[in-house]
């Protein structure tokens, strides 16, 4: 009786496809003896093909998958999910799983490079492969022995032109934008971390802690905590003038905005003034440039950040800082003083000089 090719995976199992009765079944055993009988068994009816695996279709597999992992998932990112449900993928989606061959699959990824995303433009390749990675990720769950290894788009790197802490500065100054423009470009806190701030929480003799987040799902705000997870929780001194600010705020929460109203002022404001397109996530690249430019370590910068590192090293919570931290916050807190007084006192001696200039002298 012939059987079809019996291939090796990269995982060391090995795997062929049979076709029964219309229907396609796919063995996965550990040595190429045991899925050559597992094949000879179903090829002489010994063995009957399952109705579960071979014969559901993708889109169904990913909201199973998404179903079953959904109390491990944050909203933000099931919400991502059921997009790429909903829009990715067009050819594949209602194809059974066991169908989507390695050619398959590689089809239906060119075909996605070229799909019209609703703005009107291309989806992205960046996009493309992070769709693919949830579709491979949903395929492996319910089948292992599935190739999935097909060529992705290659991601440019584009060049991030970030305006000076000075230009930015200028354009918010006395605007209804002016603080949370500053609590990410002077204290490096996200949209999401910043909409979850509230005086009652977040403040505490002097310092601001990130307690929990907010991000819209669906055109509604959902409040998550964060406080147990490492690069969230963090706590920074808070600045007089960013204290003045926060003392101006009606109510408990500091910045109310939402975060797609936060994109569209900076980005229209920042156009008022002739100057360069600069997202609102940016700021953050302005807070991280200031703290190249100064030699902040690494440790540091990623500590006041909350960004996520590739080694262990011990994070310091609550009131307590280490010399090296207290030293790098003095410097970052005096470059960003020093262009709010510039700004506030409308003339300086030194108006041609940088101020991280200023802070080297």
Sequence with gaps: MKLPKIRRLPSGNYTCQLRIDGTSVSITEPSEALCAARALAYK???????????????????????????????????????????NAFPSLMDKKITALSRSALQRGVDEECGRISRRGKKVSPKTVVSEYLFIASVLHYFDDSIDTSVKLPEIKQKPVFILTPEEIYGVVKGTD????????????????????????????????????????????????????????????????????????????????????????????????????????HQLRHANASVMADLNVPENIANERGGWKTSYVRQRVYTHTFSNSRLEADKQINAVFEAVVNSKNANENANENVSPLELQRL
């Excluded at 014969?55 to 990913?62: H, N, S, T, V």
């Excluded at 979850?196 to 409040?223: A, C, F, M, Q």
Aim: hydrophobic content about 40%; aromatic content about 6%; glycine content about 6%.
């Design 44 to 86: 002489a009816g010994l063995l009957k093909a399952k109705n579960g695996t071979e014969a559901i279709i993708l889109r169904e597999a990913c909201k199973k998958y998404v179903a079953a992992k959904k109390s491990r998932l944050s909203p933000s990112t099931v919400q991502g999910y059921n997009k790429i449900i909903a």
């Design 177 to 280: 934008i002016e603080l949370p423009v500053l609590l990410s470009m002077w204290l490096s806190f996200t949209v999401s971390e910043m909409r979850g701030l509230t005086k009652s929480r977040s403040i505490y003799n002097g310092k601001i802690t990130v307690t929990e987040t907010v991000v819209d799902i669906g055109g509604e705000p959902v409040h998550k905590e964060e406080a147990k997870e490492e690069k969230r929780a963090r706590t920074l001194d808070i600045p007089p003038y960013i204290q003045t600010l926060i003392d101006k705020v009606d109510g408990d929460v500091i910045v109310p905005l939402s975060g797609q109203a936060l994109y569209k002022r900076f980005s229209r404001a920042l156009e008022a003034a002739g100057l360069p397109h600069m997202s609102f």
